[in-house]
């Protein structure tokens, strides 16, 4: 019996000795007939197979456990293998039984077992969502716990006590049972219980809406060498939920597949149940609406099997959210919604009831039944303009209650009113963005904006009001761009991995060469990883969000003798804002289908000129198709704002495509200065920061491009006080160090972009790729940078036209200039561009009017002149 124990003790600490030490115990109880000590030995084994995943082989041990103490009349130490085994029934989702086996218990135990089944008990309640009964058992439970000095019962009881609070949505009293059952497991031994709370504690940052922190805690518990043998899933799922919650909907799909594929395979169906549905808010929240009700009804079967009601009510609201508007007509989706909000009021999920009030709300504004639209707000907003949603749940649900309110607003003709609920909506996804240190976080979190920006944007427009339109435009571009980064610029973590990932690129460019083998896959996409989550845990910012857009006053005085021009899209259609001579218009541009076509063709036409060859007639035809496309797409896009423009020197503010297109191609742009920004805002900031004027010059070149180190060269013979870094010297550190606060900075290096995720865009240097992880980090960007490389401007767009990429990097940390490349480039024709370029800039010439007077002495007949000068565009001021 003293052995068995001992391995029942072990347990927590150990589980596979555990199973060792039971298996002998079992054998020795067997060998002297001692029932007690072989129903004890059986359970040590079942809740050690527990702990290492191997749910089946956990009951069948328990249960081996109960006939031998039934049969041997042994009725105290069946009961508490029964309790025992009603937490493996929990785990296996067959939580009816568990109830049963739990209740069977409970007649035969006193005391102290007597506590601990009732605690057992109480969690069983929870997971089928009675969480009112759950919370008053764990009350009335945890004293008898403490006066019997029992610390693992009363850590395990903390712990569910704090899962429930945070799904109740009360941080501070999670953390507070958090903190004791850590403290509570430490004190036992029990690191990997107290990793597990490590990651519970994550939980409550993420409740209380600090992504980066939640996330830092998961990396630290899963780094945790307890949790190094014996992965959690649902530390899995619970990444899953922050990375919701701040727009990474692609990782975090990836994140729930990888939980659902653990929970399956140890057979843990009531785990297995949410991740289910779990996988499905991710297809949601990427508009796979089939995908997700398919998920979500998957999910529903499971809690319906498992008798779990509350979490069935869950599972209907995300198969309603995908795909409830497309199938139900507006009237039966009411009704629909506000069932399954009362069920889950019911069970207590108060968030998850907003929601759907939410969705109830939106169908009945939509059926024309504004009373009861009112009706249905009225437990998460007030009708006043000036009143707060409430501040509960997650800031997708918060916008989407102010989203919501607009809507009954528009519908009643308060237009102005409509407006404040969708500013007051921005405002919060703008201060959220603000208290999130990372680029790729911020970003991403614009996605929760869009439907409210689309619907400001809607409201002006159908005014007619083009100042209004050029201030909704602006209202929720590139906001992410506003915010300085604010990783340090020494965080060791984010440091060492860059340093890593720089390594494997160089093993990987090596054993190109060599034809030796190069690093795995999996070696470099760990690498990778290691990069990105380090990147997400910067602190918080120092500034608060700028919730305004510029006015339009403010823009015409920056302006001075130039216009402006900015792009929108309402549907399929593009419509452009003028800024011109003081006066703003709004214009009808095209079809965004045509101008798509258009651009296509444009950049074939560039890249045929580039590498045109043969008969000078057989030139002379590539050489002309270019300029068709050139002419159609500028007729396309400037066409109908050619005459307020006139001649003026030109802002263009693009959107959706039309940030790679090659402006210096479109021919009513010749000899003009052109400088494109991501927004409005974005190229004012720029114009208002002080103009540098030390003289400090860095030109470097980076590996492969023979040409680019010619062009250098060639460079530093006109800049003779130039700082020069070529051939091994060319190195990340040192042209990191070399950039930060020049106020010229070439560097022609081959570029990468990564669509995937455009943080780890890249030029590729002596020693690997230089990242827009490794730009962040430094202290002061330069004032003008040159990046000659192919594509070295092209970004990729997020929603809320958010730009990521090498160039907005630059322009968020405070260059004022990015001369760079939006299509392929020769580097060999680039070369006497870039001499001549830079001669006007070494001559005090501003970027953009030195870029138009390169592009101008051109010979019409250098066609890999003519195609390298067209792929350059001035970015910023």
Same mark, same amino acid.
């Given at each position: 019996?003293e052995? +068995?124990?001992a ?6 600490r150990d ?5 060792t030490e039971?298996d002998a115990?079992a054998?020795?109880?067997l ?5 007690t ?6 359970r040590?084994?079942g809740?050690a197979?527990r ?7 956990a009951?069948a ?6 006939r031998?103490?039934t049969?041997?009349?042994a ?6 293998a029964?309790?025992?085994?009603a ?6 989702g ?11 218990a ?8 007597a ?5 057992q008990?109480?969690? !069983?309640l929870?997971r089928?969502g009675r969480l009112d009964?759950a919370l008053?058992a ?7 716990l403490r &006066?019997?000095?029992?610390?693992l ?6 712990n569910n #006590?704090g899962?429930l ?5 009360a941080p501070?009293?999670a953390?507070a049972?958090? !903190?004791r059952a850590?403290s ?6 029990m ?9 519970n504690?994550?939980n409550v940052a ?7 922190a ?7 518990a899963?780094?945790s060498?307890?949790l190094?043998?014996?992965? !959690? ?9 922050v ?5 990474l909907f ?5 994140t729930?597949?990888r939980?659902?594929?653990e929970l399956r395979?140890?057979?843990?169906a ?6 289910q549905l779990w996988l499905?808010e991710t ?12 998920e979500?009804?998957e999910?529903l079967?499971l ?9 069935a009510?869950?599972a #209907?609201?995300?198969?309603?959210r995908?795909v409830?508007?497309?199938?139900l007509?507006?009237?039966a ?5 506000l069932e399954?909000?009362e069920?889950?009021a019911?069970a207590?999920?108060r ?9 109830a ?5 939509r059926a ?10 009225g437990?998460?907003t ?6 707060p949603?409430r ?7 918060r916008v989407?209650?102010w989203h919501a ?6 519908a009643?003709?308060?237009?102005r009113?409509?407006?404040?609920a ?11 963005q603000a ?5 790729e976080?911020?970003v ?5 904006g869009?439907e409210p920006?689309?619907?400001g ?5 159908a005014a007619?009001?083009?100042?209004m339109v ?7 571009? +590139?906001?992410a761009?506003r915010l300085r ?11 060492e991995?860059l ?6 690129a ?5 054993a190109r060469?060599?034809g030796? %083998? ?9 690498a990778?990883d290691?990069?990105?989550r ?10 608060r969000?700028?919730?305004a857009?510029p006015?339009a006053a403010?823009?015409v ?5 130039a ?7 309402r549907?399929?259609?593009?419509l452009?804002?003028t800024?011109?001579?003081g006066r703003c ?7 965004l289908a ?5 651009l296509?063709?444009a950049?074939?036409g560039?890249n ?7 008969t000078?007639?057989g030139?002379?035809a ?10 159609r ?5 400037l066409?109908p704002? #050619? ?8 802002v263009?503010?693009?959107t ?6 090659p402006w210096?191609l479109?021919? %009513? ?5 052109? &400088?494109?920004?991501p927004s ?5 900031r720029?114009?208002? %920061?002080?103009?540098?004027?030390g003289g400090?010059?860095l ?9 680019a ?6 460079l530093?013979r006109?800049?003779p006080?130039?700082?020069?870094l ?10 990191l160090?070399?950039?930060d ?8 290096a ?8 455009p943080?780890l865009?890249?030029l590729e240097l002596?020693?690997g ?16 940078v040159v990046l000659?490389a192919?594509?070295?401007g ?5 929603a809320?036209d958010?730009?990521?990429?090498l160039?907005?990097a630059?322009?968020?940390l405070?260059?004022?200039?990015v ?5 392929p480039?020769s580097d060999?024709?680039t070369?006497?561009?870039?001499l ?5 800039l ?5 970027p953009a009017e ?5 592009r101008a002495?051109?010979?019409?007949t250098?066609d890999g ?12 001021a």
């Open positions: 019996m052995h +068995a124990a391995a029942l003790d072990l347990v927590g589980p596979r000795l555990a199973l039971a115990a054998a020795e109880a060998a002297a007939g001692d029932p000590a072989l129903c004890t030995a059986h040590a084994a809740l197979l702990g290492l995943g191997d749910l089946p082989g009951e041990r328990l249960r081996t456990g109960i031998a103490a049969r041997a009349g009725e105290q130490a069946a009961a508490e029964r309790m025992s085994l937490f493996i029934l929990l785990d296996r067959r939580l009816r039984t568990a109830l049963t086996e739990a209740d069977r409970a007649g035969r135990l006193t005391g102290l077992p506590a601990r089944l009732a605690s008990r109480a969690l !069983i929870q089928t009964e008053a764990y009350a009335a439970t945890l004293p008898h &006066r019997a000095g029992d610390l019962w009363q850590a395990r009881l903390h #006590r899962l609070h945070a799904h109740r949505g501070a009293a953390e049972d958090f !903190i850590r509570l497991w430490h004190a036992l031994s690191d990997v219980h107290a990793a597990e709370s490590e990651c504690l994550a993420a409740l209380s809406g600090d992504a980066p939640a996330l830092a805690g998961y990396d630290r899963e780094r060498p307890a190094r043998t014996r992965p !959690i899933p649902q530390l899995q799922l619970n990444r899953c939920q990375l919701l919650s701040v727009g692609e990782d975090a799909r990836r729930a597949q939980a659902v594929a395979e140890a057979d843990a009531a785990d297995l149940a949410e991740a499905a297809a949601a929240a990427l508009g796979l609406r089939e995908v997700a009700a398919r979500a009804r999910a079967d809690f319906t099997r498992q008798g779990r009601p509350g979490w009510s869950l #209907r609201l995300v198969a309603l995908a409830g508007e497309h199938d007509a507006p009237r989706l009411v009704r629909s919604a399954c909000a069920a889950l019911a207590g999920w968030v998850a009831e907003l929601d759907a009030r939410l969705i709300a939106g169908a009945a504004v024309g039944d504004l009373a009861t639209a009112e009706r249905v707000l437990p998460a007030g009708s006043r303009p000036t009143r949603v501040s509960s749940g997650t800031l997708e649900t989407r209650a309110q607009a809507l009954l607003r528009q009643r003709g308060d237009r009113g409509a407006l404040a969708l500013r007051a909506g921005l405002a919060l996804v703008g201060r959220y208290a999130l240190g990372a680029t976080l911020r991403h979190v614009s996605a929760f869009a920006a689309a619907l944007l809607d409201l002006a427009l007619g009001d083009a100042r050029l201030g909704w435009a602006e209202r929720a571009r +590139a906001r761009l980064p604010v990783k340090p610029p020494h965080d060791p973590e984010l440091a991995a340093v890593e990932l720089r390594r494997l160089a093993q990987d460019t090596a060469r060599s030796s %083998s190069a690093p795995a896959d999996a070696v470099r996409r760990a990778e290691r990069v990105v380090a990147s997400r845990v910067a602190g918080s910012p120092l500034h969000p700028e919730d857009p006015n403010a823009l005085a920056a302006l001075g003798d216009a402006l021009v900015e792009f929108v899209r549907g399929g259609e593009l452009a804002v800024l011109s001579a218009r709004l214009r009808p541009v095209a079809e045509e101008v798509t076509a258009a296509d063709a950049v074939a560039l045929a000129l580039a590498m045109a060859f043969g000078p007639r030139r002379a590539v050489r002309a198709s270019a300029q068709a496309a050139g002419r797409l500028d007729d396309l896009l066409g704002v #050619r005459a307020e423009l006139g001649d003026r020197p030109l263009v503010v693009p959706s495509g039309l940030h790679g297109v210096g479109l021919p %009513s742009l010749t000899g003009r200065p052109v &400088r494109v920004a409005a805002a974005a190229w004012l720029a114009v208002r %920061s002080p103009v540098r004027r400090r010059v030109l470097a070149a980076g590996p492969g491009l023979p040409a180190r010619s062009e250098v060269a060639a530093a006109r800049a006080a130039a700082e020069v070529l051939d091994d010297r060319a190195t990340v550190p040192a042209v160090a070399a950039v606060g020049a106020d010229l900075a070439h560097v022609a081959h570029g990468r972009l990564r669509t995937d995720n943080l865009s890249a002596a020693d790729p230089l990242t827009v992880y490794d730009l962040e980090r430094l202290s002061r960007a330069p004032e003008v000659p192919c594509q070295s092209v970004a990729a767009v997020r809320g958010e730009v990521i990429g160039v907005s630059l322009l968020a405070g260059a004022r200039t001369v760079a490349t939006a299509v480039v060999v024709d070369e006497p561009v870039m001549a370029l830079h001669e006007r070494l001559a005090g010439v501003p030195a870029m138009a007077a390169t002495a051109i010979a019409p250098d002149a003519v195609a390298a000068a067209a792929g350059f565009v001035t970015f910023g």
